[in-house]
């Protein structure tokens, strides 16, 4: 599913414009960017999880030489699903 199919479902089941569901669409999706910018934890209700993890520098190798190199710090984003999620993707 594509932001364009969300645009036209939000559009579909709420009679709104396209352009109304867009604007909509794209307003929830800059928030939730935002707070995750921030490195908040993002809890969506029946949906799940998203946290924003910090990992340490470590040491790695290049898989062409071996040459030994160090991998720098950097925040990596997860996503937990809820239970109920996980129920209706397994049904």
């Known amino acids: 599913m594509t932001k364009a199919d969300m645009v036209q479902k939000v559009s579909d089941v709420s009679n709104l414009t396209l352009k109304e569901a867009g604007e909509i669409v794209e ?24 946290v924003v993890k910090q990992k340490q ?17 950097r925040r990596v984003l997860t996503f ?9 993707v397994n049904n």
């Open 27 to 50: 307003a929830v999706l800059d928030i939730m960017k935002e707070a995750l910018e921030k490195g908040e934890m993002l809890k969506i209700s029946g949906f799940g999880n998203f």
């Open 80 to 88: 937990k699903p809820s239970n109920l999620l996980r129920d209706a």
């Open 57 to 73: 520098a470590r040491k790695g190798r290049n898989p062409q030489t071996g040459e030994s190199i160090t991998l720098d710090a």
